[in-house]
């Protein structure tokens, strides 16, 4: 089956740095990937479309300049959490989608969770 | 690791049948969630449940979370067409440490 890795799984940061954080579609090429981020005991909460080749569209409320996002390669999207502060300590997902046969699935990464100090 | 599967991967009904699709965890769950996606669309969260044994009602849709906090299910009565799309479990594992999907279980209902 097609296989997400996300990198690194989980980031311990102080405020005011950089973290960058990879998903890769293992097994399959990927024009689309999503960034998802999740807060404690909530549900997931989308960010950003991730598109090969092209700028990310970003969910309403998301700053763009806060959350890097670039898909450099059909198999490989980074978010970058810029001068990340503890409110963005949360859990962040990717997935990445798979058009097989006029269906489109998504398939999850197992996330990387952000604490920043 | 822990994984967590979902059954059945596809499943076809005729509108006004009733739909259910399982989660099951090899691990103990500090919480399940349930998504659903719509074609061409993203995981819509649907609810969450926390206690051993509960059960939750939205209109025609059922949910379970077993009471050993490792299975879980989704319960649709007299399907519309609206039902279309693929419901995914997550959850916790109960360190908190790992959230999980389920692969999905892709409905199609047929008018």
């Known amino acids: 089956g097609a296989v997400v890795s996300q990198h690194p799984s989980w980031v311990i940061c102080k405020s005011g740095t950089s973290v960058k954080i990879e998903c890769r579609s293992l097994?399959?090429?990927?024009?689309?990937m999503f960034w998802y981020r999740q807060f404690p005991k909530q549900s997931l909460m989308l960010m950003a479309t991730?598109?090969?080749?092209?700028?990310?569209?970003?969910e309403q409320g998301v700053e763009k300049d806060k959350f890097l996002i670039n898909h450099a390669s059909l198999t490989l999207s980074t978010l970058t959490v810029t001068s990340a502060h503890p409110e963005d300590s949360s859990f962040y997902i990717c997935?990445?989608?798979?058009?097989?046969?006029?269906?489109?699935?998504?398939?999850f990464g197992p996330g990387t969770r952000l604490t920043v100090l | 690791g822990q994984q967590v599967m979902q059954i059945p991967q596809y499943q076809h009904v005729q509108e006004g049948e009733d739909f259910t699709t399982y989660c099951n965890s090899s691990?103990?769950?500090?919480?399940i969630q349930w998504y659903k996606q719509r074609p061409g669309g993203h995981p819509v969260f649907l609810i969450q449940?926390?206690?051993?044994?509960e059960v939750k009602k939205q209109k025609r849709l059922t949910f379970q979370f077993g009471e050993a906090k490792k299975n879980s299910s989704l319960h649709i009565t007299a399907t519309q067409t609206t039902d279309v799309g693929t419901y995914f479990c997550?959850?916790?594992?109960?360190?908190?440490?790992?959230?999980?999907f389920g692969p999905g279980t892709r409905l199609s209902v047929l008018p």
């Open positions: 997935s990445a989608e798979l058009t097989r046969a006029r269906t489109d699935t998504q398939y």
């Open positions: 097994d399959f090429q990927a024009t689309t």
């Open positions: 991730s598109n090969e080749g092209s700028k990310a569209t970003y």
């Open positions: 691990t103990t769950l500090s919480n």
């Open positions: 449940l926390v206690k051993s044994g």
């Open positions: 997550a959850g916790f594992d109960n360190y908190g440490q790992n959230f999980v």
